[in-house]
């Protein structure tokens, strides 16, 4: 008797299908949206200039948004998110959680003053919540350095959410306009070690190893690849940096 061959089941690719065409239409509107804010002009945008720069109805806005505010968070955090993801290459090869914590603490700052527009988005205090990779990374490295014995700090919960706002603060401050930026952001970096317990001297060898570190990675020494904000920094902004040496700090 032959056997009868059992045709294998056809999978369904459509919601697959549909959840791709989201995301991309969620894309598309945040990209619009961040062409709307970075542009120059007097009044305040409106959904109705996103939509206008997106090409869309107002009643596709609304599949995805409820607001203007909540496109501006989800900015926000994506581009937060980003950030972590284009550092990664610099900062997850480090092993000494003083050194992450430092180098990452600088490169958030050096990227503010880099990237303005950037640094516009992130500031705002509810980009900075549990859920995005800088929470989670940061966590990570806070029980790291208090299980090496770098760090001593209480609820681990408590001294990233203390970190990364001051980290949100220190970006807005960059983006203002603060005077020697480069001096400012050697405090910041103390400033963070030292919060987390950190000797004197482990304070001083994270700035001078974060400044050192970045220049080099700046410079392309490094093999670590560089992302596209960093690669686009106009030359003033890089030489400032390239040509600053910790010397110059006056605590």
């Known amino acids: 008797m032959p056997i009868q061959e059992t045709a294998a089941p056809v999978s369904d690719h459509r ?33 109705d200039d996103v939509i206008r720069e997106a090409n869309v109805s107002r009643g596709t806005f609304y599949n995805y948004f409820d607001s203007l505010d909540q496109v501006l968070l989800a900015i926000g955090q994506e581009l937060n998110n980003q950030m972590t993801s284009d550092i990664l290459p610099v900062y997850d090869v480090l092993t000494k959680p003083w050194q992450r914590a430092a180098v990452a603490s600088r490169l958030f700052l050096v990227r503010a003053l880099l990237d303005p ?53 220190g970006i807005q401050a960059i983006q203002q306009g603060v005077e020697k930026p480069h001096q400012y952001m050697d405090s910041c970096v103390r ?15 994270g700035v001078a190893f974060s400044i050192t570190y ?3 990675w700046m410079s392309g020494e490094l093999a670590a690849s560089q992302p596209e904000w ?19 700090n006056n605590g």
């Open 15 to 47: 919601p697959g299908v549909a959840k791709k065409k989201r995301q991309v239409m969620r894309s598309k509107l945040l990209d619009a949206a961040m062409r709307v804010f970075a542009a120059p002009g007097g009044s305040p945008p409106v959904i």
């Open 117 to 169: 527009k950037w640094a516009g988005f992130v500031t705002r205090a509810d980009t900075w919540q549990h859920d995005t990779l800088v929470a989670e990374y940061m966590a990570k490295d806070l029980e790291n350095g208090k299980a090496a014995g770098d760090f001593k700090f209480g609820r681990t919960d408590a001294a990233t959410d203390f970190l990364m706002g001051a980290s949100a603060h």
């Open 191 to 205: 400033l963070t070690l030292a919060s987390l317990g950190c000797s004197h001297e482990m304070c001083e060898d």
């Open 214 to 216: 970045l220049k080099s």
């Open 230 to 248: 960093a690669l686009n920094m106009s030359a003033e902004v890089a030489q400032s940096f390239l040509n600053y040496s910790p010397a110059e």
